[in-house]
């Protein structure tokens, strides 16, 4: 199969799961300039729902848009991304303090994700996912933390890619699709196509992803260099 047909079934793969849950995508603009990390929320329930990215900074956080809403879990509100050097990290939750760490205290995205494991909300055990974009090499780490089927362990499942096509990402999600209990994504990352434009990439995947249940999207782009632009789209409003 070409890489095109591919870059289209992939597409219609994401388009058609109603409940993809959370999900990351890392890659290369078309013209092979610049790099993008791609991460998106959803919502099915009222407080899942009730959630916007805020730029702060060369981070972005999540947060509550009801002022009467108080509530203070791990599992809703975190900075999605940040950066330390030339590594750049995107994850669905806490997580990305913790690598944040482990880099600053030379040690690996590995080693950080070793120590964690799926978040504790039975019944769905939601994986967390994370990616790691080392820009110095070039090269992008992926990972998941999911409960085992059988019994209440973690299984971690660590990807490297050394080398990114121009036009593409790798994308993880955390659901394979909307059911009680939700179902964790299943098989390796799957390849999707990255444009050259912030724009380009907030507007396909902002009109990809499910209108009901898509609550917020980012899109960072990351340049050799080391500079950083971001874009947001949220559904609703921010309080």
Known sequence: MSLKL???ENTQRLSSNRYPGRGIIVGLSEDGDRFFQIYWIMGRSASSRSRAFEREGDFVRVKSIDKADIANSSLL???PVKHFKNFHI???????????CYLKEGKNFFDALLDDTYEPDPPHYTPRIAGLLDIENASVNLAILKKDSFSDGCIRILYNYSKVINGSGYCIHTYDGD???????SGDPYILPIMNTIEDNLSFYWN???????????VKEIFPDGEINIGIINKYNVA
Do not use: C, M, Q, W
Request: cysteine-free; aromatic content about 12%.
């Open 6 to 8: 591919l870059l289209e």
């Open 179 to 185: 059911a009680n209990p939700l179902p964790s994504f």
């Open 77 to 79: 509100f975190y900075y």
């Open 208 to 218: 990809l992803l499910d209108n009901e249940n898509k609550v917020s999207l980012l």
């Open 90 to 100: 995107v994850t669905n939750g806490t997580h990305t303090d913790r690598i944040e």
